[in-house]
């Protein structure tokens, strides 16, 4: 698949994700999209993705979000935790995901 499939791939997710009540999740897979790019191990393994990035295939989105979240729960990387009461995120820039830069925190504590 192309890495624009695969780019194609998270924004419907994201869409699917929105409309089933999850915006956080729909929050970071746009996010993801917005900022995976060659150049890093990760995003060159997931936009050189040589199968179906869809749900209906190997779904790399929710597979990556998966991914994440084990990182939170074994409290490997907090910072990708959302905020506890749920909180809306900063009205500044987006943070980046780690394998993109150094990120600020996306939530306001």
Do not use: Y
């Amino acid at each position: 698949m192309s890495a624009a499939a695969v780019l194609d791939s998270f924004r419907a997710q994201a869409m699917a994700c929105e409309n089933h009540g999850s915006p956080f999740a729909a929050r970071l897979l746009r996010l993801l999209t917005n900022h995976l790019a060659p150049g890093t191990p990760l995003s060159d393994h997931i936009l050189g993705s040589p199968g179906d990035p869809t749900t209906r295939g190997d779904a790399l989105a929710l597979r990556l979000a998966a991914g994440l979240h084990a990182l939170v729960l074994l409290q490997r990387d907090a910072d990708w935790s959302p905020p506890r009461p749920r909180q809306k995120p900063t009205s500044g820039p987006p943070c980046r995901p780690h394998f993109c830069t150094n990120r600020p925190s996306c939530w306001t504590g």
